[in-house]
């Protein structure tokens, strides 16, 4: 054996381990392996159950900013963006004020009236640049909002637009938007057939050094799908669709861009005034600092509630803006790529209506919002009536356009249970062909909609308050009198007026009437009452959808419980009235028939 074999070198004494120490470095190695196992194993798990729980706040993340925004501040002074002086100017209309005309005037003023729909011989002698009154609440000029606000394209659709009245929308949008936040005004023609707005009007907007910009459709699109195409062109972040025949008011642009500013999937709206489409004066619609909100009722008209304890506690300053379920179409700001990322319009809306509720609808039920804003008051020339007609568009369907977007979007958007009170209300709609909707409704799955009732539930709750859930039609149709084979209609008069006698022309309109499961005898969104003078046409009790009336399906005669009589028609007088019931008068029996469209 070698004398060195019990020892060993000093070099080699730290690198050979004991057995016992071995033994534990080899544990130690192995629970090291089974954490780093388990740990790879558990991050997945928290990652997901974080998305999940986090799923709303990202869902629409391509449109939140990661940067710190400021936020409006109300102040002492006047807010950073209010006109320090405004002057003081005279002439016609100036002040917001009507402009009368002279009698000799007043031939040319009805002929514009049947061209335009509004009196352009009066509008034409008002300034392009005329002042307005600040119809405000107060508060609203003591705010300081962003100065880094985005920058909008004021968008502006026409089809024969009055001359002034549409050079007057884009003055009004130049000489009040702060320069920085208006990328664009963009005119955008459906196709106009007037001279005044061809090469005049693209000479005109030269003036403006590029800052307005006309584009052109190559046919007769619509208000709907053109709107669709300006957003398309549009250069700004923000979209601001106004209509053709608007001034905007004071400092109107920097509240509406605000809360885009701070969630790009908001969508807002200004407060709109009234401008006389005869005298162009300028009134506020809405008075004494009231707010309200969009709402409908179930036949797809438009309404408005005023705004609920319940919002109004939700700000803390009166002028601030507030939630509301949907608005009247015309005019709002949102968020081009947002705008784009839902679907813009739906492209199978003809021409116009239903877009506001389409939009609203799409808007809250996937995940974005919509506020007014009190402190953007934009006025609107409301027309006497629609001055053209829709042309060839009107032509590719069969049945009422509007109806038929209505249709559209209830089968899009609403549940069954809601479907149905839209049938109750308008019961020929079932019959109308609405088109293929197969990829709206693939676009509502793609975006993890939520459902109607949702909506209804935190969203549009007081529409109830107004507008209960309807009960089922018992009859509806055609309402024939048994003795002279007419039929009870509204002969286009509004309430409160006297229901007549006319013939049975089988188009429904005036002459459908409904009966529903509670006694409400209807005729649109109106109801049939009875007094002294007769059987009347009626404000229905908001709030309400029950009704005096039974009809016997035996006699055929139709009681008002509360007079206990029955609607008679007079033989030659042809008047309505209640009569005490007789079962055996024909003058007093009636039959419903329902209606089959002949589109």
């Known amino acids: ?36 196992i388990a740990a790879l194993c558990v991050i997945p798990l928290i990652y997901i159950l974080f998305l999940q729980s986090n799923h709303e706040d990202i869902k629409f993340s391509a449109f939140s900013s990661k940067k710190v925004k400021t936020i409006p501040q109300l102040v002492n002074e006047l807010g950073n963006f209010e006109p320090r002086s405004v002057p003081e100017r005279t002439g016609p209309g100036e002040g917001g004020k009507p402009h009368i005309l002279r009698d000799d005037q007043q031939n040319d003023a009805s002929q514009t009236l049947t061209e335009f729909g509004m009196n352009m011989v009066c509008s034409d002698e008002i300034s392009m640049s005329r002042s307005i009154p600040d119809t405000r609440i107060p508060e609203c000029k003591h705010w300081n909002y962003p100065e880094d606000l985005p920058k909008a394209s004021v968008i502006i659709v026409f089809h024969n637009e009055g001359w002034s009245t549409l050079l007057r929308t884009v003055h009004s949008v130049i000489n009040r938007s702060p320069p920085q936040f208006l990328e664009e005004v963009l005119l955008v023609d459906d196709y106009s057939n007037k001279e005044h707005l061809k090469s005049e009007l693209e000479q005109y ?12 459709n190559k046919e007769r699109e619509g208000l709907i799908r053109t709107r669709s195409y300006g957003a398309k062109e549009a250069r700004g972040e923000v979209i601001v669709f106004l209509d053709a025949h608007c001034e905007v008011n004071i400092n109107w642009l920097p509240p509406l861009l605000a809360p885009i500013y701070r969630d790009k999937t908001t969508m807002t709206v200004p407060v709109i005034d009234g401008i006389d489409f005869k005298t162009f004066e300028y009134r506020p619609v809405y008075q004494g600092g009231h707010h309200y909100r969009g709402i409908f009722e179930w036949g797809m008209l438009y309404k408005e509630n005023e705004l609920s304890q319940k919002e109004a506690k939700k700000r803390e300053h009166n002028s601030e803006p507030y939630k509301s379920p949907t608005h009247a179409g015309g005019l709002f700001a949102i968020n081009r790529d947002y705008f784009l990322s839902i679907g813009a319009y739906d492209p199978g ?3 116009w209506g239903g877009e506001n509720f389409e939009l609203s609808f799409k808007i809250w039920q996937c995940g974005g919002s919509i506020e007014w804003v009190p402190c953007s008051r934009v006025g609107h020339v409301y027309r006497g009536f629609m001055p053209y007609n829709f042309g060839k568009l009107a032509q590719k369907k069969k049945g009422p356009l509007v109806t038929i977007n209505y249709k559209r979007v209830i089968e899009t958007w609403f549940d069954d249970k809601f479907k149905e009170y839209f049938y109750t209300r308008e019961p020929l709609a079932r019959y109308l062909d609405m088109g293929d909707i197969s990829e709206q409704l693939a676009l509502k799955e793609r975006l993890e909609c939520k459902n109607f009732e949702w909506f209804m539930n935190n969203v549009a709750y007081d529409v109830y308050d107004k507008f209960p859930a309807l009960p089922p039609n018992v009859h509806w149709g055609e309402l024939r009198n048994v003795a002279s084979q007419n039929c009870m209609d509204t002969l286009g008069h509004g309430p409160p007026s006297l ?11 005036n002459q459908l ?29 908001l709030g309400t959808v029950d009704g005096p009336w039974e009809y016997d399906e035996t006699s055929h005669t139709l009681l008002h419980r509360v007079h206990k009589k029955c609607v008679a028609l007079h033989p030659q007088t042809s008047h309505l009235s209640l009569m005490p019931c007789d079962a055996v008068n024909t003058y007093q029996q009636w039959t419903f028939k329902e209606l089959q469209p002949k589109y």
Do not use: W
């Not at 019990?6 to 050979?16: K, N, Q, R, T």
């Not at 229901?499 to 429904?508: E, I, R, V, W």
């Open 1 to 36: 054996m070698s004398h060195t074999s019990g020892f060993m070198s000093p070099s080699l004494a730290y690198d050979v381990k004991l057995p016992s120490e071995m033994r534990i470095v080899q544990l130690r190695k192995s629970r090291l392996f089974k954490l780093v």
């Open 205 to 216: 907007i030269t003036r403006f050094d590029g800052k307005v910009r006309l584009l052109r």
């Open 499 to 509: 229901m007549g006698m006319s013939h049975c022309h089988g188009f429904g309109n």
């Open 349 to 351: 809306l003809l021409v």
């Open 513 to 541: 009437i409904r009966l529903n499961a509670k006694g409400q005898l209807g005729v649109g969104e109106r109801c049939i009452e009875a007094d002294a003078q007769g059987i009347k046409l009626v404000f229905c009790r």
